[in-house]
């Protein structure tokens, strides 16, 4: 079992900045891929960026790729997004996602993963 908590979410105004926390608590050492998705009012969740276990391979939607950044520390169990330049479309919940196996590979497909977070609101004002 793995238990995924987000933070960091809030309100903020276009071209500001926030960053998002997931921590990980239960069989860590099982999980490898890491994933970060949004959903916004009527859409579908949908991908925002990935991550691998060494966290020296990333891939990110092209609605964010240059504003959002995703890293993790394994030793802390914690994945991270930066993001900045916000704005208002990036409005949504947005959930952490966490891929077992200790071999994953990064990927954008939602039901890849395992595991989910009940998601961090974040709201960007015009």
């Known amino acids: 079992q793995v238990q995924l908590v987000e933070s960091g979410g809030g309100l903020v105004q276009a071209g500001g900045s926030l960053r998002l926390s997931c921590a990980s608590s239960?069989?860590?050492?099982?999980?490898?891929?890491m994933g970060w998705f949004r959903q916004a009012p009527g859409k579908e969740r949908e991908f925002v960026a990935t991550?691998?276990?060494?966290?020296?391979?990333?891939y990110y939607a092209d609605s964010v790729k240059g504003r959002f950044t995703i890293s993790r520390d394994n030793v802390k169990n914690t994945v991270y997004l930066q993001m900045n330049s916000l704005n208002p479309e990036d409005t949504a919940v947005y959930y952490c996602?966490?891929?077992?196996?200790?071999?994953?590979?990064?990927?954008?497909?939602?039901?890849?993963?395992?595991?989910w977070g009940q998601g961090t609101q974040v709201t960007v004002s015009s």
């Open positions: 996602a966490a891929k077992l196996g200790r071999y994953g590979r990064i990927t954008a497909d939602r039901y890849a993963y395992d595991y």
């Open positions: 239960g069989r860590t050492v099982s999980v490898s891929t």
């Open positions: 991550i691998n276990r060494s966290g020296d391979d990333t």
